[in-house]
């Protein structure tokens, strides 16, 4: 007997008693922890309980899952066809570009609300809504996750809301962003009567805010934006009122145990399900179980408790693949996401400055080998730091391969040599003689990391360098990281629908650019990405950056992860997705 099936069975009494009961939750609320099979009623894990329901206090991927059947925003990604598509916009905005001396230094994007869109009590949403959100960001008295957004939403300039029409608005977004469109359409819209019912914001003007010296000298003359952070940072606004425009409302929070949404009555969107997949919602009920250990979700999925579920572990996801019981219920998926997991290096290290000593790393570092036996065949290699699905990926860069002789090759011809016979290669840098060992750190208790090292480690031995793995506590190799005092270092970063700025991390001034990588010519594509408004050109440039960094290997690539789901063969239309969430549950469909 497996080790995952013994402790399956030791939380077989607890799982049953806490989930097998399949009483109709609209009957009974104390009673409803699941839904009977005929029922278009999902129950869906969550990784952990949510800390937050407001879209503007929290950016976990947890939460969002959730609020997104609430709030909805101008414009969205569709996850299925990785589509921008109107939401609450009436259609995708129209763009004007702002000029000076035949240079665009702004973009305008006229919106109009869809005129059936409206909040929960029946009014309409409006372009004072929107106005609302931005200055609740905005406000600089509120921290904590709000003022992440408050750095990203900074891009707009200036909003202004129609004098005839109150669901037509402009915003512009200056100086010139390249993702302009995607931050000014692209976050939840909160109803103001909700948020803000004493009306503590609505004699502020949302361009002064947006103005970073007025809005500075607002906080310390207006008391309002003071009382008005205190408020909105309260439970009462996390977890009680949560109000969106979206299909969904909150029917109960009970921590640790369950979340319930339910479907509004005769919600405004429906009609609009047929042409935009994004307003598709058909379950009545969505049921989100916290359940961090993922052995009581297989026990649920074993006695068909659960329908829907993702971040198995890989070994237990071979396992239910292997279970009759399982697989003639559940449709077990591999869907590969944006999150690309790599070994950074750094560039500036005088033994790591040479590209050519980079590409024989590269070649050293058996991907097929860590995909087999560490990944389980569960991810798939990379050649870009771009995404293979995203339109402007270089998908004809072919990962780097196993090759030690071409490694050996590489390192001689960048002057390292064995020249003590001692089984590591070596070279005179500053006078003096170097050998060829490199500290590879990562988190202790790591245990894909630690695996992934030693796989490197022996590859590496073969052609003369040393790999010293060193274990350490996360936050002291961050530090290492961040103050560019390591050698190598596992790490990730995730992409997203919207194009990939790669200011941060590989522009040599990018506040994020840990790896002491560019050079003049990469730094001119990544500014010229950023300022270009033909998307032809910007999607070209993409791919000689993309060209160039294969070349030079700033990184090692590891692999793009593929997550491990389960859903319940009952619904239709369960699809997987690259983005985050994996899946939608408001589109399952109960099959008839």
Known sequence: MTRIFRYSLLLIFFTLSLFSCRTDPAKSKTDSVSAVATEAVITSRLRADPTSLNPMMTYQGIDLK??????????????????????????????????????????????????????????????????????????????????????????????????????????????????????????????EYVYDPKGLLRNIEVNDLLNPEKAKALANSVTELQT??????????????????????LNE???????????????????????????????????????????????????????ATYQLPNAMFLELKNDPNVTKNYNLLNPTNLLISYVGINNNNPKLNDK?????????????????????????????????????????????????????????EAGWEDTNNNGTVDKIIDGKLTEMKLEYIFSAGSEVSSDIAVIFKNAAKKAGVEINVQPGERGENTKKV???????????????????????????????????????????????????????????????????????????????????VAIHKRFDNAKTSIASPVYTERRFILKE
């Open 356 to 412: 050519r000593v980079r590409q024989a790393l590269a070649y050293l570092l058996d991907i097929d080998e860590v995909i087999k036996s560490v990944k389980q065949g569960m991810a798939s290699k990379l050649g870009s730091v771009i995404p293979s699905d995203l339109p402007y990926a270089a998908n004809h860069l072919k990962p780097y391969d196993l090759n030690i002789e071409k490694a050996s090759q590489l390192l001689t």
């Open 66 to 191: 959730v609020l997104n059947n609430m709030f909805q925003t101008m414009i969205e990604y569709d996850p299925y066809d990785l589509k921008l598509k109107p939401i609450l916009a009436k259609a995708m905005p129209t763009v004007s570009y702002i000029k000076e001396d035949g240079k665009v230094v702004g973009t305008k994007y006229d919106y109009e609300i869809k005129p059936e869109a409206q909040w929960e009590n029946g009014q309409p949403v409006l372009a004072s809504d929107y106005a609302f959100t931005l200055k609740a960001v905005m406000n600089p008295k509120m921290g904590g996750p709000t003022a992440l957004y408050r750095s990203i939403l900074q891009a707009i300039s200036n909003v202004t809301i129609d004098s005839e029409n109150p669901k037509k608005f402009s915003v512009t977004v200056s100086p010139y962003n390249f993702r302009g469109e995607y931050y000014a359409g692209g976050f939840q819209i909160l109803p």
């Open 253 to 307: 929070w009970i921590t640790d145990q369950r979340i319930i949404l339910e479907k509004k009555k005769d919600w405004w969107g429906n009609a609009y399900a047929k042409k935009n997949g994004m307003f598709e919602a058909y379950p009545r009920q969505i049921i989100y179980r916290p359940i961090p250990d993922a052995t009581p979700a297989m026990a649920m999925l074993q006695n068909g408790t659960l329908d």
């Open 482 to 564: 961040r103050s560019k005092k390591f050698e190598l270092a596992p790490a990730a970063f995730g992409a997203d629908l919207s194009y990939y700025d790669l200011f941060d991390y590989w522009h040599t001034t990018g506040p994020r650019n840990y790896f002491g990588y560019g050079t003049a010519e990469t730094d001119k594509i990544i500014e010229e990405i950023r300022s270009t408004t033909d998307e032809t050109r910007r999607n070209q440039l993409y791919k000689e950056i993309q060209e160039i960094m294969h070349e030079d290997m700033p990184i090692l690539f590891l692999y793009r992860t593929q997550d491990c």
């Open 228 to 249: 008005y952070a205190s408020e909105f940072n309260t439970p009462e606004y996390s977890r009680e009122k949560i109000s969106g425009s979206g299909p969904y409302k």
